[in-house]
């Protein structure tokens, strides 16, 4: 535990959102200064308070949100920022349960008064909602948590959200959350790391969600042996070498002799199988190594046998850490008493494309299968004869399960796909950006975004955050939302209201919409109106008198401001709010504007001419090895006048 919160040179410059010179210039002109009170000579620290007072005093720190503050002091004040936002929140649940504790920890005195502060404002169960926001952020030394929308698949193949729902590795609690999203009444956990632990049950205490989450090893030490449940999830640690094949021997939940020191993962699904309820589902995300390697054939031959393993998907890569890593999606059933067991399989290969745009496809898959009324989607999903699998290999991959594509299938896509690309192509040259250099270089006033909303030119909405209260009630098909990934990609609303959207906010043509959190700072305009702005959103709305929508959008997305935005955190998150805009006419602004939304489309055709592409290439290259379809002739290149044959 650090005595006093410190901050780098580097993090000084993020704070006032200078570049890293400006901050060893104030330390050479200002004798006012803060003087380093630790780390070294090459990268010092200095005491976070003081810098803070320093900052102000000049005129440099933009004014920051409670929440804003209050994490970044908290994140300095604790080794973890886990075990940081733990100690609050246990703080937070005594409030809400009447009790106005002080501290116990005299670190954290100085964060009382914002804390008061953003609690009198939103309430324990929100203020912790904010500081939960800003922990699961990612970025450097962030605990990895799987993310909601894998969080969300996960669940949804489980079924219809109902009763009781266990997660034995359960990390800071995501799938917990998730699944009472989604309807499950309990939610019980057991997690390894202490202070993740601690914050996964604080979440569900505070929401007076039924369960409890234990701290221990749920494979060495279970703490719920015996108990079954109505569905489990589970994110497991992948490819552990210590984890009790030797004193655990033959246990009872291995369901043949033992479980090979090699195969830690399978471990862990018979752990979950043991847990499950007569007929009820679970789902684990596993590493795509378990679903061939020959040590774990005995143990993969025996589930399908049993009818436990219903069904393996393969993600795209960037699923979930490792990103690298494209992963499986395993779905257990644990087989009704004297049920003769299913005679196949469902093997679903979408690891291609974007999970958002998967997912709906697993689940519709999933769900066709379970129901038994077929899947009919070559290539993608495949229901295989279980007799088939128990080969001497046992490999569940599911694309090398797949059904070869018909040749005609495959010349028709493939023309089609080579159709399009070239469409896109033909108009990539009069999409393309036409600028001429100003003779003088850059020049002009900027104003904040903050600025111009205090002075009416626009005015900002958002970010919305999720409702804080009855997401089990949360409902299903309602109207479209503009989530995150699609503003990322430049895509229309795909999102649909499930009740749990802490605002309605209907989106308008000409709105400016900007993720909160992202790779880099992106601004898109609003064609369409009736959508409703998603979580993590921030919408800006433009006064038509005084600001043009495309040139607010274009003068947004710039380096400059992705570095003046960012949060102290990194630069993963913004706050649009310091984001700065040129000071033009309202003629200058549409001129401007016009050229930036020709820069848009030409952004989007390349991003198509690249999918395309890429399709295009694998689709000609599965065709020509299958003998799907046949080279034609090159055409000639003519022979440039002047030029020769020899090399």
């Known amino acids: 535990m650090q005595e006093t919160p410190t901050i780098t040179a580097a993090e000084i410059a993020r704070l006032a959102g ?11 002109r200002h004798a006012d200064f803060p003087h380093p009170i630790g780390g070294t000579p090459a990268s010092p620290e200095f005491d976070l308070i003081q810098v803070e007072q320093w900052l102000r005093a000049q005129g440099k720190l933009p004014e920051l949100a409670t929440a804003d503050r209050l994490w970044r002091r908290l994140a300095a004040t604790k080794d973890s920022s886990a075990a940081g936002l733990a100690a609050v929140g246990a703080l937070l649940l005594a409030r809400q349960r009447g009790r106005r504790t002080r501290p116990e920890d005299p670190h954290l005195a100085p964060l009382v008064p914002d804390l008061d502060t953003l609690t009198d404002e939103l309430g324990p169960q929100g203020a912790f909602d904010e500081l939960w926001q800003r922990f699961s952020a990612p970025g450097p030394g962030r605990a990895f948590a799987t993310p909601d929308a894998l969080a969300d698949l996960m669940i949804g193949l489980t079924g219809p959200g109902d009763g009781s729902v266990l997660d034995p590795a359960a990390g800071s609690g995501a799938l917990l959350r998730a699944a009472v999203r989604a309807g499950y009444t309990s939610a019980y956990g057991q997690e390894l790391d202490d202070d993740l632990g601690r914050l996964a049950g604080l979440w569900l205490a505070l929401r007076e969600v039924p369960g409890e989450v234990h701290v221990g090893d749920s494979i060495r030490a279970d703490r719920f042996a015996g108990e079954t449940f109505d569905a489990v999830v589970c994110h497991p640690p992948f490819g552990a070498t210590n984890w009790g094949d030797d004193e655990l021997g033959t246990d009872p939940r291995w369901i043949v002799a033992s479980t090979p020191r090699t195969e830690p993962e399978l471990a862990w699904v018979q752990h979950v199988l043991a847990h499950l309820r007569p007929e009820a589902t679970a789902v684990l995300l596993m590493p795509p190594t378990v679903a061939s390697r020959r ?7 025996e589930l399908l046998r049993r009818g436990a393993l219903r069904a393996v998907v393969a993600l795209a890569a960037g699923a979930a850490p490792p990103h690298g890593v494209p992963l499986h999606l395993w779905v257990l059933r644990r087989p009704a008493p004297d049920a003769p067991p299913p005679v196949r399989a469902l093997l679903v290969d979408a690891a291609s494309g974007d999970l958002a745009e998967t997912a709906p496809r697993i689940l519709a898959a999933w769900r066709a299968f379970d129901a038994d009324t077929g899947i009919g989607e070559t290539g993608f999903a495949h229901a295989v004869p279980v007799i088939e699998l128990l080969d001497e290999e046992v490999d569940l991959t599911p694309a090398r399960r ?17 159709e399009r690309l070239a469409a896109v192509v033909g108009d990539l040259a009069a999409l393309m950006p036409q600028v001429t250099p100003t003779p003088d270089g850059p020049d002009g006033e900027f104003l904040t975004v903050g600025e111009l909303a205090r002075s009416g030119a626009l005015h900002l909405l958002g970010p919305v955050r999720a409702a804080s209260t009855d997401e089990s009630e949360a409902a299903s098909g309602g109207p479209q939302v503009l989530t995150v990934q699609d503003v990322i990609n430049g895509e229309g609303p795909s999102g649909r209201d499930d009740g749990r959207l802490g605002q309605e906010i209907p989106l308008a043509v000409g709105d400016v919409v900007v993720p909160m959190v992202a790779r880099s700072l992106t601004a898109r305009v609003v064609s369409v109106d009736g959508a409703l702005l998603g979580r993590n959103l921030y919408l800006l709305r433009p006064n038509p008198a005084a600001l043009d929508p495309w040139f607010l959008a274009g003068q947004l997305r710039t380096s400059t401001n992705e570095k003046q935005a960012s949060s102290l955190s990194g630069t993963l998150r913004f706050d649009i709010r310091r984001a700065q805009v040129r000071r033009l006419s309202l003629d200058e602004q549409r001129a401007h504007g016009e050229a930036f939304r020709r820069l848009d489309a030409f952004e989007s055709a390349i991003r198509q001419t690249a999918k395309l592409g890429a399709e295009l290439v694998q689709l000609t290259a599965d065709g020509l090895a299958r003998g799907a379809v046949l080279p034609s002739p090159a055409p000639l290149t003519p022979r440039r006048e002047g030029s020769s044959t020899r090399s």
């Open 18 to 28: 200078v570049g890293r010179a400006a901050v060893s210039n104030w330390r050479k």
């Open 295 to 301: 040590a774990g054939r005995r143990i993969r031959a």
């Open 402 to 418: 797949q059904p070869a594509a018909s040749g005609v299938d495959t010349g028709a896509h493939l023309v089609r796909t080579r």
